[in-house]
């Protein structure tokens, strides 16, 4: 599984578009990019996941770039309710499980 | 909802004790995953089923065991609590190991040793 990096914690602001960068170097062939979401006391939520270029759905869009060492979860237009923990996974789906980093913290304010 | 249902929602138990938590996977989902989140780390992987099989084990304690049924609910089995498995235990479920969708989580079930 390739190891991955990401900020700790953003804060943002209501109504503004929030990157968040992931950085995985040693990212292999096979593997995918996945995002999760994580609020206070739930289980994480799919977000999205892709293998290059970008990749877009109703919640987000992933930005990938040609060398595949970094992404880029962009959440357009943030709302109090989008601060969570939002984990950025790395792996080959054919792998038997996934596993979780620190994920980033992200607060929005008013 | 997500489809995947864990129970108890909340458990509170004293140490020494044994406690069992039941998942049901999201309908037709074959594989299920257990993980621990406690208040200072991130969700930690404990055990994978798959169609009744074990499938990938993570780093679960030797007094955790679980297992999935027939008709492939799962449940886990902690022994011999003691206050650090005070936690936040999740439940996922996906259609087979290779899953382009990902993993759909329960809302977990918050176990309290006292």
């Known amino acids: 599984l390739a190891k991955t990096t990401q900020p700790i914690s953003m804060d943002s602001y209501e109504g503004q578009e929030v990157n968040i960068t992931c950085s995985h170097n040693n990212i292999a062939t096979n593997d995918y990019i996945t995002w999760y979401q994580q609020f206070p006391s739930q289980g994480p939520r799919f977000i999205i996941q892709?293998?290059?270029t970008k990749v877009t759905n109703e919640v987000a869009s992933l930005f990938i770039p040609a060398d595949r060492k970094s992404s880029t979860l962009s959440l357009p237009r943030v709302s109090l309710s989008d601060t969570a923990v939002y984990y950025c996974?790395?792996?080959?789906?054919?792998?038997?499980?996934?596993?979780f980093g620190k994920g980033t913290r992200l607060h929005i304010l008013p | 909802d997500s489809g995947v249902t864990q129970t108890p929602k909340h458990l509170i138990t004293a140490t020494g004790q044994r406690v069992t938590l039941r998942c049901s996977p999201r309908s037709g989902d074959l594989s299920v995953y257990w993980y621990q989140q406690s208040l200072d780390q991130g969700l930690q992987f404990l055990i994978q089923y798959y169609n009744g099989e074990e499938r990938a084990k993570g780093n679960i304690l030797e007094r955790f065991s679980a297992q999935q049924f027939p008709d492939l609910h799962s449940e886990l089995n902690l022994s011999s609590l003691e206050l650090g498995d005070s936690a936040l235990y999740f439940c996922?479920?996906?259609?087979?190991?290779?899953?382009?969708?990902?993993?759909?989580f329960g809302s977990g079930t918050r176990l309290t040793v006292v």
């Open positions: 892709g293998y290059k």
């Open positions: 996974l790395v792996g080959d789906l054919r792998d038997d499980k996934i596993i």
């Open positions: 996922a479920s996906s259609r087979t190991v290779q899953d382009y969708y990902g993993y759909t």
